[in-house]
Nanobody
Framework: QVQLVESGGGLVQAGGSLRLSCAAS????????MGWYRQAPGKQRELVAD???????NYADSVKGRFTISRDNAKNTVYLQMNNLNPEDTAVYYC???????????????WGQGTQVTVSS
């Protein structure tokens, strides 16, 4: 069984920074894409950034130049460094990992529990 644990959310003033972490544990053979999504009140969940096992990154236009996604494969952990935050970044942030639990199984989507990020103006 695989579990994801997120940490790092909180309240910050506009212009501030936060770093989110998402660590996977359990039976894991490999992790392909690791990503971060967010959902603001009344809005659909949207992709913030993702990173492939080879290190290729992809960002939403709204966060380019401000957010950086990275991963530590030895720790099965993905990070999201968020700089120059603004109130529009306020949302619940979820990590999403594409995990193959064992070599003879396919790839499955796993989601973190979500962490609240609130940016005050």
């Amino acid at each position: 069984q695989v579990q994801l644990v997120e940490s790092g959310g909180g309240l910050v003033q506009a212009g501030g920074s936060l770093r989110l972490s998402c660590a996977a544990s359990g039976v894991i053979f490999s992790i392909n894409v690791m990503g971060w999504y967010r959902q603001a009140p009344g809005k659909q969940r949207e992709l913030v950034a993702d990173i492939t096992s080879g290190g290729r990154t992809n960002y939403a236009d709204s966060v380019k130049g401000r957010f950086t996604i990275s991963r530590d494969n030895a720790k099965n952990t993905v990070y999201l460094q968020m700089n120059n935050l603004n109130p529009e970044d306020t949302a619940v942030y979820y990590c999403n990992l594409h995990i193959t639990p064992t070599y003879y199984l396919g790839e499955y989507d796993y989601w973190g529990q979500g962490t609240q990020v609130t940016v005050s103006s």
